[in-house]
Nanobody, 119 residues
């Protein structure tokens, strides 16, 4: 059973940094694509950053140059380093694990971690 447990969220001032972690278990981590999504109050959940099983990364325009996604296959963990945080980065951040099967894309989600950027 896929389990994804996020940590590292919290309250930070504008311009500050946070590192989110997502510990994965119950599946073969190294063959899955991983991602971070966020959902602000009253808005849809959107992709922030993703990393394929091969290490290729992709970022939303809003976070390019400020956020970095990485993965450690030995620790079954994916990270999101967030620098130069802005108030508009405030959201619940969700870890995602995904793979493509013959039936389509299979997604699993963590429970989310709150990030609040405020002075």
């Amino acid at each position: 059973q896929v389990q994804l447990v996020e940590s590292g969220g919290g309250l930070v001032q504008p311009g500050g940094s946070l590192r989110l972690s997502c510990a994965a278990s119950g599946f073969t981590f190294r063959i899955y694509g991983m991602g971070w999504y966020r959902q602000a109050p009253g808005k849809q959940r959107v992709l922030v950053a993703s990393i394929t099983s091969g290490g290729t990364t992709n970022y939303a325009d809003a976070v390019k140059g400020r956020f970095t996604i990485s993965r450690d296959n030995a620790k079954n963990t994916v990270y999101l380093q967030m620098n130069s945080l802005k108030s508009e980065d405030t959201a619940v951040y969700y870890c995602n694990a995904n793979r493509y099967t013959v039936w389509g894309r299979d997604d699993s989600w963590g429970q989310g971690t709150q990030v609040t950027v405020s002075s």
